[in-house]
Structure formats: C-alpha cells, structure tokens
C-alpha cells in the first residue's frame, strides 16, 4: 500500500471522467491535485470547465472512468457504495446550491440530520455557535419552504458544519447570498480551517469567496491550468481592496 501522507486530506491522481453519448464529453482530462489538511481552496474557471465533475469525484459523489481519488488514506476506489455512503456522512460536509434541506424537518432537525445519520452526537456549545454565527438562531423551528434561498443556504452550511468533518466542498456557498450573509457565511468556513484545521473545496465564480482561500484552481477544458498559492497577507489585502467587502476581523468583531 503506498504511503500517504498524514498532511493530505483529499488527493486526486490522474483523475478522468467522460460523460458518454455518441460525442463523448471529457469532463475531467488526467487531473491531478492534491488538498492539504487545513486549507481552503477556491476552484474556479469558466462554465463547462469541469469544476462540478472535479468536487462530484473529489467528493465520492461521482466515480471517475479512470486515476484514484483519496480522501486522508481511503482510496475511494476500493470502497463498495454503502461504505462510501458511510464515509461521506462520517468525514464530509457538503454545502450545494440545491441545498438538499429535508422539506419535512424544521431548521434544526435538517442541522442534526447528518449527525443522526452517522450516529454522532455534536457538541451542543458548537451547534449552537454554527447556528448563532449563520444567523439562524430565530429560525430553528421553521420549515425550509419559510425561508428565503439565503436563509436556506445558511441551513445548508450549519448542516455542514456541525459534525466538524475533515473536508467541506462547496458548489457556490455564496451564489444565493447578500453580501452581509456571505462574508459571514466565508468567515465561517475561514474559521474552519484555521481554528479546526477542516479542508475546504469550494467551487465558485465569485470573486469575493476565491478571495478567502488560500489557494485558487483554475479549470479550463478539463484540465488544471493554473494553481496559484496565496499567503495570509495576500488574501486580506485582497479583501480589504474588494468594494463593500468586510474583512474576517470585522465580521467576528461585529
Ligand atoms: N451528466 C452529464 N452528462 C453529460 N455531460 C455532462 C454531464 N455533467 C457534466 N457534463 C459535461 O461535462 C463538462 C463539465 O461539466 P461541469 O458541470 O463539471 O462544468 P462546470 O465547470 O462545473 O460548469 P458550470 O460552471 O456551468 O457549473 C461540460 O461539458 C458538461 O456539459
């Protein structure tokens, strides 16, 4: 078994995957890209590029035609479909633009649903600063159906967060916010990765969310055409010269 270093939270190895038909589609062409723990990365690039087909893969959601994807040391490949549905719930958030709220449950029942599938108990002191710091504190009793689409992406998010797993891909965690709710969704998610050392991927075309990572992908065609790493400084400077931008500080202050 080949050695996997304890730093990485999701490799992917010369991933490929093509959607059939007579004019078969090459989604992801041989890509390989590696996550480190800890970090957050933005994916971005034009529409059609593959950035969904990468965080489907990357996720477990998708398999891909050929090459391995890891999540810490489990080769996805190996695993049957009720193990991948286990790791899923145990080690992955995910927060999706079809937000996947249960229409039946109340605000706080969809927070514990992952939690309850994978027979965890969260720290009620966390959930209740994921649901504080999302702004969902009044809302907790309501339907999905009683919320705006902002409201319900925050549910999404909390849902994520609460078991603290080990990486959270995102497909535009932003694309249904205000500017208000997304830096403090963004902050959320920064937190993650520096107080609790959780992996972010997310997908996005917005510039303001790519700003909060340390590292942005850019797809096009299938591949990996630019990999740009981005220090601490680099990333606040960027977000106090983004218009009508709050930075990390000023949201946890206010
Ligand atoms: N289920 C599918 N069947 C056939 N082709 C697909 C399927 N899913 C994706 N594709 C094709 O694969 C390519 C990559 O799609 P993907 O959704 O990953 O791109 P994307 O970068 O996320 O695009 P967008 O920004 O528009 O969401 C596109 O050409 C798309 O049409």
């Known amino acids: 078994m080949p050695l996997i270093p304890d730093g990485i939270a999701v ?44 965080l489907h893969c990357a996720a477990g959601l998708d398999r891909p035609d050929s090459g391995r994807v890891r999540i810490g040391a489990t080769d996805l490949s190996s ?11 145990a080690r992955v958030g995910f927060v999706f ?29 966390w959930v209740e600063e994921v649901v504080r710091r999302v702004g969902l504190g009044d809302r907790l009793r309501h339907r999905p159906a009683q919320l705006s689409g902002g409201q319900q992406q925050r549910v999404a998010i909390a849902r994520a967060l609460v078991t603290r797993p080990e990486v ?13 709710s997304a830096a403090a969704v963004l902050d959320l998610l920064r937190s993650a990765v520096d107080a609790y050392g959780q992996t972010v991927v997310m997908v996005t075309h917005d510039p303001v969310a790519a700003s909060y990572a340390d590292r942005v992908l850019i797809l096009a065609d299938g591949r990996i055409v630019r990999d740009m790493e981005r220090s601490g400084a680099e990333r606040i400077a960027e977000q106090l010269a983004l218009p009508g931008h709050r930075t990390p500080a000023a949201t946890r202050e206010g």
């Open 97 to 125: 633009q079809a937000f996947n709220l249960v229409g039946a449950l109340n605000v706080e029942q969809n927070i514990l649903l992952p939690s309850r599938l994978a027979g965890l108990r969260p720290d009620p002191a």
């Open 11 to 54: 490799a992917l190895e010369r991933v490929r995957r093509t959607y059939g038909g007579d004019r078969p589609v090459v989604a992801l062409d041989d890509v390989s890209a590696v996550f480190p723990r800890g970090t957050a990365t933005a994916v971005m690039g034009p529409s059609g590029s593959g950035k969904s087909t990468l």
């Open 79 to 89: 695993l049957s479909e009720k193990k991948l549905t286990e790791l899923r719930r």
């Open 168 to 180: 959270i891909f995102c497909d535009e965690p932003t694309g249904a916010l205000d500017t208000r």
